[in-house]
């Protein structure tokens, strides 16, 4: 137990320095993991090869299998079936190719096919882990880019099914290590191995190829069984009882049975809750479950890429680094052509095309599942096994680095995008709008359904393009240059519209074009608060926060349910407006620009005091002097 929580210890200790540093450094939380492990492993040798190492090696790979789950309670599915088209075809394609490429190389450095076939499949495989930490972090999991990265890692965690329950005939197939009836003539190392890694318990043990295969489909059948008829009962039996703390026990006794029962049967534990999410997927529970499992997975997440850089064998690299290195750049070059050309083949374009084929040119953490798995089984030599895990653990490791190629190439693709000529602009409006997304596309429409006429300016040329596909004339050009903003005639326009999505860059266009036209109404799109305050500074007449509007309507529809009627409501929310405004313009006047709000004694003075009198006015609106409700309004 000593030796446990010193290792324990060691792991979080090392994890809260070296992170932090990363994170600085932009280099991004998972690199700091993995360098971590690094230091406190084959570096300095804080960590053994004992048991406790070990067992807390098991406990971070429980970081992954919470991982899966979670993917799978937000895939319910309906969305998998929706998502079809871009499973079996960008991610299909991506693991054949890959595996055709890398099978058809190991077989050229003299593997046997059953062999080399399973090598396929181990390195086909990217790492979900990794990649959906680091585009989470960057937030780039809404990018086309990164939903199509994301489509890729969900059809390898779904394939990982299918390649498990083909491992064993693999075995079979190559004959010398089984008798004729498929019984084991003699145990490779990499049982031994196995068996320690499963602590010696397997439902499997002794069975013959086709036997294993059966048993694989078997165990994924019962947790989706289980899935679906008796978690729902057993919820409601926790629920009923009213304690916080059984939610999560239960949470917890679903991952971590439905892991054991996937290790008896030899199975990934991470695949097997993975398949128990999809099925909860549409269950009552779902979010109690995510709430319950989130805290615990990030922990034990960081704890495994600490596990994987621990696991580098330098002895292995000491002896053949040039091999080995050689392997795994080979490996990434491979898998990145193919992953470019399906970028090509499914029209990724620009910034979306290099995150899709960066971000997946890794092996992944399922690569030591099925290393294991394959060295149990005796299709892969220890030897092999033992150079695939140090390729698999290096092309993780390198990970981090091309995501910040990836961002070097990114702003490289955009400053490309900077320097093309804007367009002609060949009419002009009296009405100016600069930026036409969300916000000004609104604006743009009815002001022109009013009969007016507009001049569009945007900087992103995709959104120009679907306009006029639309009928809505626009120009492409940033409208933050004067040239550009002279020529869509700035000089006769009566009203300039702001909608630009960067904060900075709408406040250098009211400054600019306040002092350029002191006479002209600028109307201005704010971010938040403290965007208000800068545009006013800035010269705009009238600021119109995003989300201010929709919820004052909201705030409308509270109080007609709660018994007022629509006048009255109305009312209140008018009074609200004109009093918010007010508050605002005065509370413009204290604002300081780099202090925090909370810091500034004289803003936060008075803003109690508006709130208060804001208070005050809408209770006055439809109440008599002794505060009874009003009627008759």
Do not use: C
């Amino acid at each position: 137990m000593d030796g446990f929580l010193l290792q324990a210890t060691i792991y979080l200790a090392t994890a809260v320095i070296a992170v932090p540093l990363a994170a600085r450094l932009g280099l991004g939380s998972v690199l700091g993991y993995l360098v971590a492990g690094i230091l406190i492993g084959p570096v300095f040798g804080f960590i053994g090869s004992g048991s406790e190492a070990e067992d807390l090696q098991h406990f971070a790979e429980f970081g992954v299998v919470m991982m899966l789950f979670l993917i799978g309670l937000e895939l319910e599915p309906r969305a998998l079936w929706n998502m079809r088209h871009r499973l079996l075809g960008l991610g299909g394609l991506q693991i054949l190719l890959t595996m055709g490429l890398v099978t058809a190389a190991a077989m050229a450095l003299g593997q046997p096919l059953q062999t080399a076939l399973a090598i396929g499949m181990i390195l086909a495989l990217s790492s979900t882990a990794i990649v959906l930490q680091t585009l989470s972090e960057k937030n780039l999991m809404q990018t086309g880019g990164g939903r199509s990265t994301f489509s890729v890692l969900l059809t390898q965690d779904i394939a990982v099914i299918p390649m498990l329950a083909l491992m064993p005939l693999l075995a079979v197939a190559q004959g010398p290590l089984f008798g004729p009836d498929g019984s084991v003539v003699r145990q490779g190392a990499g049982d031994h191995a196995a068996d320690g890694a499963h602590g010696g318990l397997s439902l499997v043990e002794g069975l013959p190829g086709w036997g294993v295969t059966l048993v694989t489909l078997g165990a994924v059948a019962v947790v989706i069984l289980l899935g679906i008829y008796a978690t729902r009962p057993l919820f409601r039996f926790i629920h009923a009882a009213r304690l916080r703390e059984m939610y999560t026990a239960f949470a917890l006794l679903i991952v971590v049975g439905i892991a054991f029962l996937m290790t008896l049967v030899g199975l990934s534990p991470a695949l097997g809750t993975f398949l128990a999410g999809v099925v909860l997927a549409n269950s009552e529970f779902r979010h109690e479950l995510e709430s319950d499992i989130e805290p615990f997975k990030g922990l034990l997440l960081g704890l495994f890429f600490i596990t994987v850089g621990a696991s580098v064998n330098f002895a292995v690299l000491s002896a053949q680094p040039f091999t080995i290195i050689g392997l795994t750049l080979g490996l990434m070059l491979v898998k990145g052509l193919v992953l470019y050309g399906l970028a090509q083949l499914f029209k990724l374009r620009g910034r979306d095309q290099w995150l899709f084929t960066l971000g997946l040119a890794q092996a992944g953490e399922f690569g030591f599942v099925l290393i294991s798995f394959a060295l149990q089984q005796n299709v892969l030599g220890p030897a092999i096994g033992e150079r695939l895990l140090l390729i698999v653990a290096l092309s993780m490791m390198l990970t981090p680095l091309f995501f910040i190629a990836y961002d070097q190439i990114s702003k490289r693709i955009v400053d490309a995008v900077d320097d093309l000529e804007g367009d002609e602009i060949d009419e002009q409006g009296q009405i100016i709008i600069a930026g036409v997304g969300r916000f000004g596309q609104v604006v743009n429409r009815m002001v022109q359904m009013s009969g007016f006429k507009t001049t569009v300016l945007d900087h992103d040329l995709k959104t120009i393009q679907l306009m006029r596909k639309f009928g809505f004339k626009g120009y492409f050009g940033d409208p933050t240059r004067p040239d550009i903003l002279h020529a869509a005639g700035l000089a006769e326009a009566k009203v300039l519209v702001v909608a630009l999505d960067d904060k900075n860059a709408a406040t250098r266009l009211v400054a600019y074009a306040r002092r350029e036209r002191p006479d002209m109404h600028i109307v201005a799109r704010a971010r938040d608060r403290s965007h208000v305050y800068e545009l006013y500074r800035a010269g705009a007449n009238d600021i119109v926060r995003e989300l201010f509007d929709s919820s004052l309507r909201a705030g409308r529809y509270v109080l007609e349910n709660m018994g007022l009627t629509e006048f009255e409501a109305n009312e209140l929310e008018t009074t609200f407006y004109h009093m918010d405004r007010e508050a605002v313009r005065e509370l413009a006047s204290l604002w300081k620009p780099g202090v925090p709000v909370e810091q500034n004694t004289a803003y936060v003075e008075r803003a109690r005091e508006l709130n208060k009198d804001l208070e005050t006015a809408l209770l006055d609106q439809f109440t008599d002097d002794d505060g009874a409700r009003k009627t008759g309004t």
